[in-house]
């Protein structure tokens, strides 16, 4: 495998700094949305894909604020999600009562999503918003309800690409793009 990753990228859908002006705009939004609620908003990243994007909008966010992170399986190590997604990784931190923001990569079928939402649910949240770097609308298969006064907020719609870079990956491989890219089909075929 050839240590210049980029030559594997077909074309670049964002760059580095249309990421990070993105981020810092949700970071904003979510400020505003939450400085009234009582109790700091819990942030749970859905590993592993969303590490880079939880990490730089927390940083942004401008209020006290908790982090977890939760795990759930959907992909195996194929490009297409299996729509039977298991919690393999539970939250650390007691949610019941807490305002929970689940940031999650990209949102496609839904499916992952929705397994989540009543995950959380179950625990007693009183609300949950969806923070999804990129929303694949196309790709939907279940209808996502958000719980209590929960908002969806997202960072780019993405056309149906199977999409590397910032987080997302391939195998494991291309995290640590710093943009979001198409990769070359003769990569994941």
Same mark, same amino acid.
Not at 128 to 134: E, G, M, R
């Given at each position: 495998?050839?240590?210049?990753?980029?030559?594997?990228? =077909?074309?670049?859908?964002?760059?580095?700094?249309?990421?990070?002006?993105?981020?810092?705009?949700?970071?904003?939004?979510?400020?505003?949305?939450?400085?009234?609620?009582?109790?700091?908003?819990?942030?749970?990243?859905?590993?592993?894909?969303?590490?880079?994007?939880?990490?730089?909008?927390?940083? #942004?966010?401008?209020?006290?604020?908790?982090?977890?992170?939760?795990?759930?399986?959907?992909?195996?190590?194929?490009?297409?999600?299996?729509?039977?997604?298991?919690?393999?990784?539970?939250?650390?931190?007691?949610?019941?009562?807490?305002?929970?923001?689940?940031? /999650?990569?990209?949102?496609?079928?839904?499916?992952?999503?929705?397994?989540?939402?009543?995950?959380? /649910?179950?625990?007693?949240?009183?609300?949950?918003?969806?923070?999804?770097?990129?929303? #694949?609308?196309?790709?939907?298969?279940?209808?996502?309800?958000?719980?209590?006064?929960?908002?969806?907020?997202?960072?780019? =719609?993405?056309?149906?690409?199977?999409?590397?870079?910032?987080?997302?990956?391939?195998? =494991?491989?291309?995290?640590?793009?710093?943009?979001?890219?198409?990769?070359?089909? /003769?990569?994941?075929?």
């Amino acid at each position: 495998m050839s240590m210049s990753l980029d030559s594997h990228i =077909e074309k670049v859908l964002w760059t580095q700094d249309q990421i990070l002006d993105r981020v810092a705009q949700i970071a904003s939004q979510i400020t505003l949305d939450f400085k009234a609620a009582p109790d700091p908003p819990l942030f749970v990243g859905v590993a592993t894909g969303a590490f880079l994007f939880l990490a730089d909008l927390v940083k #942004k966010v401008q209020l006290p604020l908790c982090v977890d992170l939760v795990r759930a399986q959907s992909y195996g190590s194929g490009t297409l999600s299996n729509g039977a997604p298991s919690i393999s990784l539970d939250l650390k931190l007691d949610v019941k009562g807490k305002h929970v923001i689940l940031v /999650e990569d990209i949102v496609d079928t839904g499916c992952t999503l929705s397994c989540l939402i009543e995950h959380l /649910e179950a625990k007693g949240v009183s609300s949950v918003s969806i923070c999804a770097f990129l929303d #694949k609308p196309t790709r939907r298969k279940v209808h996502i309800k958000l719980v209590g006064d929960g908002k969806f907020y997202k960072g780019f =719609e993405c056309p149906d690409y199977f999409v590397v870079g910032y987080g997302m990956d391939f195998a =494991e491989l291309y995290r640590n793009l710093p943009y979001i890219g198409v990769l070359k089909s /003769e990569f994941y075929k």
